[in-house]
């Protein structure tokens, strides 16, 4: 069974738009279904097999992945090692990627920073399918 990469990749997003565990995805190795669920809203209906390792997969959170805040720091160190300090001190305090996007805009790298994300992501998600055996399509 191939699953489309976008489909895996919405479900990353949807995993990682919050705090870990809050929000989760598990696709069905048989079928390619994603099923859904959350802790503050809407969820789908699980199937009731779904603790099966071999049958389905809980999608990663972006931490999983490295690529939280130590992508940040990578980035950091890469773009604005003068600013390394700074962002280890924003990043000990909640609110830590709007002030983070605030100081990479003051500075003229903030579309840097997406591009940068965007191929750190899609990297570590096909390597993670890889890893898994899940076939991508498209």
């Not at 959350?38 to 999608?59: F, H, N």
């Not at 990663?60 to 003068?82: C, M, Q």
């Not at 990479?104 to 994300?117: A, H, M, N, R, T």
């Amino acid at each position: 069974m191939a699953v489309s990469f976008d489909d895996i990749e919405n479900a990353f997003f949807f995993v990682s738009m919050d705090q870990q565990f809050m929000h989760n995805a598990y696709l069905c190795k048989e079928t390619g279904e994603i099923f859904y669920t959350s802790e503050i809203g809407d969820s789908d209906e699980l199937p009731e097999d779904i603790d099966d390792p071999d049958k389905y997969i809980i999608i990663p959170h972006k931490n999983e992945l490295d690529l939280g805040k130590a992508l940040v720091i990578e980035f950091t160190s890469e773009y604005l090692p003068e600013e390394l300090d700074r962002v280890y001190s924003i990043f000990r305090r909640k609110g830590a990627y709007s002030r983070y996007k605030d100081l990479l805009e003051s500075k003229g790298v903030l579309e840097d920073w997406y591009k940068f994300e965007n191929e750190r992501q899609k990297v570590a998600l096909e390597e993670w399918s890889q890893d898994n055996n899940i076939e991508i399509k498209g």
